[in-house]
């Protein structure tokens, strides 16, 4: 992964700005977050859970697992290589 790709920025930001951002957007982030993993690293498990958080009940689902993640890891770490 180079240091200029999109996860890797969005990693780099500070806890609590990424934290506000997970809040506000996190269903949309963290789907788009894995679809760009995807295209980064090719694991095909990443791209599919990052589709299906567009369907509203899944999107949900993710958004608190990432959320809850993001607090005790800081970072992504469920279907996300």
Do not use: C
Request: glycine content about 4%; hydrophobic content about 50%.
């Amino acid at each position: 992964m180079s240091n200029n790709s999109f996860t890797s920025q969005y990693d780099s930001l500070h806890f609590v700005l990424r934290l506000v951002i997970q809040i506000v957007l996190g269903a949309v982030v963290g789907g788009v977050y894995r679809i760009f993993r995807y295209v980064e690293n090719k694991n095909v498990t990443t791209l599919v859970v990052g589709i299906l958080t567009v369907i509203p009940p899944i999107s949900f689902i993710a958004w608190v697992v990432d959320l809850v993640t993001l607090i005790l890891n800081r970072k992504y770490t469920v279907f996300v290589d």
